[in-house]
């Protein structure tokens, strides 16, 4: 075991907590490089700088930040780092700006993963890095980043002084020994989160089918074990708050996914967390309003397909959508032949440029089976419908980190509804 700044404990206890007051940092002496400058990273490096530890922060966007000097390139940013933070969002977002950096890192240098991965891409960043790599995700979002209270999963061994003074000044760290340890324990503990919610969510529709005021519910749930996400989630739940998302609904459902991927018994949470309907960038507060509020319904079960409450049950008018949504679960290409006029186009941007693609160019993008992680995958009808010959639809598609938001037009031939055109999101 070490001392009180810096300790070393097993999986259970705290290792390290935030000395910063007693005098024990030597933050000039550190310099952090942190990569990605989302809703985490900027609440880690302007927290960083406010400690006085010389930050500098590289994002895709170009996101400049008082006290935290930029560069343009992941490269430029790491040249000079003692510590290199990842926060980025998934492990092919480390690979990609770890590619573009890893000639310019440090000799004796320490990478620190903070994304949500699994933990055989933990494993793999930990094998590739060509410096010392420690894998450790965080519990707690951008406000706890800000005054140093998130929990660090710290999955690696012998920290180093500048990852003791740096991770203390961002909150308190568990030692998960290993890589793949601290992978999966992030997993766990986004899971249960999911679980919450969607409990949450229920809990609130019993009582909406009860006649129960929301404000009355929540005065109770939050003398349960519910009590905590109550805590800090009442004032969305009530249209009380009007602040950017803490966390997003798109990154836990991600998360969600990943899970589900390493641990098939889980495969029901990203289902229930998809039909809430909660747009991707929302706070994960409106997956319980969405649950809450919502009555979704089964439309295809095969196809995973849903409809959103206030959509019509317009058995015909859905035909066509049940079609395509069941060539996008089986892989199979026929089913958009009867899906799509034969003169339909899709459209859309993809990387970075408008396409518009006749019947046959989509088609071909289908290989005849399911994709790998369909058994996760939900599709959910939240618009529909028609006026005399005409229709339109919205369908918003969860396919692993990808969320398609499709909007269809659809006409009556013969008696018969197909797909017309389609345009698409991708998120």
């Not at 999986?11 to 933050?27: E, F, I, K």
């Not at 400058?37 to 895709?60: E, H, K, N, Q, Y």
């Not at 369909?374 to 396919?399: F, I």
Request: charged letters at 20%; aromatic letters at 4%.
């Amino acid at each position: 075991m070490r001392g009180r700044h810096g300790s070393y404990a097993n999986p259970a206890l705290v290792a390290w907590s935030s000395g910063r007051q007693t005098g024990c940092m030597n933050s000039a002496s550190q310099t952090v490089s942190v990569l990605g400058l989302g809703r985490m990273g900027t609440a880690i490096a302007c927290r960083l700088a406010d400690l006085g530890f010389p930050v500098t922060g590289w994002s895709r966007s170009g996101v400049e930040l008082g006290g935290v000097r930029t560069a343009d390139s992941p490269a430029a940013a790491v040249a000079d780092a003692d510590l290199v933070l990842l926060a980025l969002y998934d492990a092919a977002a480390c690979r990609q700006v770890l590619a573009r950096c890893a000639g310019s890192l440090r000799p004796g240098a320490t990478v620190l993963g903070l994304a949500t991965i699994a933990p055989a891409e933990a494993v793999d960043l930990h094998r590739e890095t060509p410096v010392r790599y420690v894998h450790c995700p965080v519990l707690g979002s951008a406000p706890a980043a800000a005054t140093g209270t998130l929990t660090l999963l710290y999955g690696g061994a012998g920290p180093t002084p500048a990852e003791v003074d740096v991770l203390a000044a961002l909150g308190t760290v568990l030692d998960c020994r290993d890589a793949s340890t601290a992978a999966a324990l992030k997993l766990v503990a986004n899971g249960v989160l999911g679980d919450g919610l969607v409990a949450l969510g229920q809990a609130l529709a019993r009582a909406r089918r009860l006649g129960l005021g929301r404000d009355a519910t929540l005065d109770v749930l939050a003398r349960t074990a519910l009590g905590g996400l109550v805590a800090r989630k009442r004032d969305r739940l009530t249209g009380g708050a009007r602040v950017p998302a803490d966390f997003t609904a798109g990154a836990l459902g991600k998360d969600a996914d990943l899970l589900a991927r390493v641990d098939p018994d889980s495969a029901v949470l990203p289902r229930l967390l998809a039909s809430a309907g909660a747009p991707a960038d929302a706070d994960v507060a409106a997956i319980v309003t969405g649950l809450a509020d919502a009555d979704h319904r089964l439309v295809d079960a095969a196809a995973h397909l849903y409809a959103a409450p206030g959509v019509p049950a317009d058995d015909e008018l859905l035909a066509p959508l049940v079609g395509y949504a069941r060539g996008h679960a089986t892989g199979d290409p026929a089913h958009f032949g009867t899906a799509f006029r034969p003169t339909a186009h899709v459209e859309g941007i993809r990387d970075g440029g408008f396409v518009s693609w006749d019947l046959d160019r989509y088609r071909a993008n289908f290989t005849g089976t399911p994709a790998a992680d369909e058994p996760t995958r939900t599709r959910t009808v939240t618009e529909l419908g028609r006026t005399g010959t005409v229709g339109h639809a919205t369908m918003v598609l969860r396919h692993g980190p990808d969320t398609f938001t499709d909007l269809f037009v659809l006409v009556r031939e013969h008696g018969q509804w197909r797909i017309a055109n389609k345009v698409y999101h991708r998120s």
